[in-house]
């Protein structure tokens, strides 16, 4: 078990260690209209105000879950922080979101990925705090409640554990440029074809990149919850992951 936690960690470790350029960014600072700027925080906060309580209501029924919590973090912080560059103002990247949300739920994950997204915008130069709200309301709001539902669905359907996981990771991913698109095409309709024509352009540029990405990252997820899966099953339990069959 110690091995392989060290393992673990030195992976993590090194992948945020990986140099990066710093025009890598989410939707960069001062690149949306004003107007699109502030829409995007008055959608995204209400899902922080009600992720809180969900955090709150979680650690108070088992405080035995506040490691898990940091690593869902850490996870999601090292994975958005990998860029490859692309030409629309934004970028591609892993998400992060897949593993805390399987554990702890999208609205706990809306508070985790607006705390990481800060970050990097203070720390990374990745992202904006203009923007901010349009990178959660993508990263941190929509992309988990996607991983929800897939990941709930793939359960009921009699999916295993690691498939629902995989399915839920990568469709979240992808679910969160769908979005990213759809904003940045909203901020800046094509002159010739309107909302329609740049939706086409950023999600075809984005498709290039993400599909490989977004695959990626739902194998890793499924290394990271198989690892939990392993070692840390009570309070996976306890988190309710498992349906009661998966449990038993």
């Not at 890793?220 to 009661?244: C, D, G, Q």
Request: net charge positive; charged share 10%.
């Amino acid at each position: 078990m110690k091995f392989s936690f060290w393992k673990l960690s030195y992976f993590l470790v090194a992948l945020l260690m990986v140099p990066n350029r710093a025009f890598a960014m989410h939707i960069m600072e001062g690149f949306l209209p004003i107007e699109w700027a502030i829409f995007w925080w008055a959608v995204s906060i209400p899902f922080i105000i009600l992720g809180l309580r969900s955090i709150r209501k979680t650690i108070d029924e088992n405080p035995e879950t506040k490691m898990i919590l940091g690593l869902s973090g850490a996870f999601a912080f090292v994975l958005s922080a990998l860029k490859i560059p692309s030409v629309t103002g934004s970028c591609s990247h892993p998400t992060g979101v897949g593993l805390g949300t399987v554990l702890f739920g999208p609205l706990a994950m809306s508070v985790i990925g607006t705390i990481v997204l800060l970050f990097q915008s203070l720390l990374l130069a990745h992202g904006g705090l203009t923007t901010l709200g349009a990178n959660v309301f993508s990263m941190a709001v929509v992309g988990p409640f996607i991983v929800y539902f897939i990941f709930k669905g793939a359960q009921k359907v009699g999916l295993s554990f690691s498939l629902a996981v995989f399915f839920a990771a990568m469709l979240g991913d992808l679910g969160t440029y769908i979005v990213t698109s759809v904003q940045l095409a909203l901020a800046f309709p094509s002159e010739v074809g309107g909302f329609m024509a740049s939706f086409t352009k950023f999600s075809g540029i984005f498709a290039l990149t993400q599909v490989p990405l977004a695959i990626s990252e739902g194998i890793l997820t499924v290394i990271v919850m198989n690892f939990l899966k392993k070692y840390n099953v009570s309070e996976l339990k306890a988190l309710r992951v498992f349906t009661t069959k998966e449990a038993q």
